[in-house]
């Protein structure tokens, strides 16, 4: 299932600055913290990758229940 999200546009005198706003149920199926900095990266002009620190997602694989 995906999440329709719109992009915001701000203007200002000398610049504009966008925004994506995450919906709450993906920031909180990712696990995402507080504060967290992640990197964008755009791989083509149909798709923008959000990547994690490595180091985080693999403290987070270990906190998951062990499946059969």
Known sequence: M???TKMQ???RK???????NMPAAV???MEFQK???VEWIVDDQQHLV???DSDLVASLKKKLPKTR
Do not use: D, F, H, T
């Open 2 to 4: 995906g999440y329709p």
């Open 9 to 11: 546009l701000i203007n």
């Open 14 to 20: 000398a610049s504009q600055q966008w925004y994506v």
């Open 27 to 29: 920031a909180e199926a």
């Open 35 to 37: 504060g967290e900095v």
């Open 50 to 52: 959000l990547k994690r």
